[in-house]
């Protein structure tokens, strides 16, 4: 993990990079201009979260956002979907508020064994790393995440590797 | 991540530069095979099909599983490659997230400011 941290300012400024650094954890950062204090307001305070948490371009909308930011504190998120017969709601409790440099929070939709989501912010000058650090109750869970957010990428899979064997026949020959 | 994928692809064209290795990549696209099955089917010692299996490993393109005394190994690209595809789409969600973000923090910047001087007058 000490690797990873000396690693961590390639979040080249702005630009969003995702790592899954271990089986179990998934690693968002960012650079954002401006100071922690601000950054830290705009992730805790209802109004401004959910002006940016769902992209302008998405069909998805957020109908209530609800979110006591403090140690214990509860947040409650109902998002609609036209593909969603039913509203769907996240919910969790912040196990950790540390005003600008710290927010831990855990999402108990699922249960017991749910996600656990620690973002830091840290302020460099005039502006603000925030690393937003996934933790999955197992190595399965993310996996299970990640497949089911996926569209079956074999057969591209399939074509992609054709195209590396049309290429090495061009290129190396037969060996 | 970028250097990840790199990386990748160079052992991906270095396992498959080899004849036989391409040949047990079609054979396990076909089915599962132990390597004691690949070594026959390919006419060679198990020791050197083991180095094969190896390379492949290594370039993600195939997993093994040791059940028992018999290691069986099949096709490992699809995960891998479906991960990856997962993991640009989750960052392109975010980085459309904090795009916004940067529109917010530069308003709240501007108010800051306004403010700042309002309370200086």
């Known amino acids: ?175 | 991540m970028v250097q990840y994928s790199q990386t990748r692809v160079d052992a991906s064209f270095a396992a498959l530069s080899d004849a036989t290795r391409r040949g047990v990549l079609e054979q396990l696209g076909r089915a599962d095979a132990s390597i004691t099955d690949l070594a026959e089917k390919f006419d060679m010692t198990l020791t050197g099909m083991k180095k094969h299996v190896g390379v492949l490993e290594q370039a993600g393109l195939v997993i093994t599983e040791k059940v028992g005394r018999v290691r069986t190994c099949k096709l490992g690209r699809c995960r891998l490659e479906e991960e990856a595809a997962w993991i640009e789409r989750y960052r392109q969600l975010w980085e459309l997230r904090f795009e916004e973000l940067d529109n917010i923090v530069e308003e709240l910047k501007r108010k800051e400011k306004v403010d700042g001087r309002k309370k200086r007058e």
């Open chain 1, 1 to 175: 993990m000490d690797a990873k941290k000396e690693s961590e300012p390639t979040a080249v400024k702005n630009r969003t990079t995702v790592e899954r650094t271990s089986e179990r954890e998934l690693v968002v950062a960012r650079i954002f201009n401006g100071p922690a204090r601000i950054v830290f307001e705009a992730w805790t305070k209802p109004e401004l979260f959910k002006r940016w948490w769902v992209p302008k371009s998405f069909a998805l909308s957020l109908l209530s956002c609800e979110m006591d930011v403090r140690t214990g504190g509860t947040y409650r998120l109902v998002f609609s979907h036209p593909a969603s017969p039913e509203p769907m709601a996240f919910f969790g409790r912040y196990s950790e508020v540390t005003p600008h440099s710290r927010l831990v929070w855990t999402n108990d939709e699922g249960g017991e064994s749910g996600t656990v989501t620690t973002v830091t912010f840290e302020e460099r000058g005039a502006e603000t790393l925030v690393v937003m650090h996934d933790l999955y109750p197992s190595e399965e869970a993310l996996d299970d995440a990640i497949a089911s957010g996926s569209t079956g990428g074999c057969s591209e899979t399939f074509e992609q590797l054709d195209e590396l064997l049309v290429t090495l026949d061009a290129n190396v020959g037969r060996s």
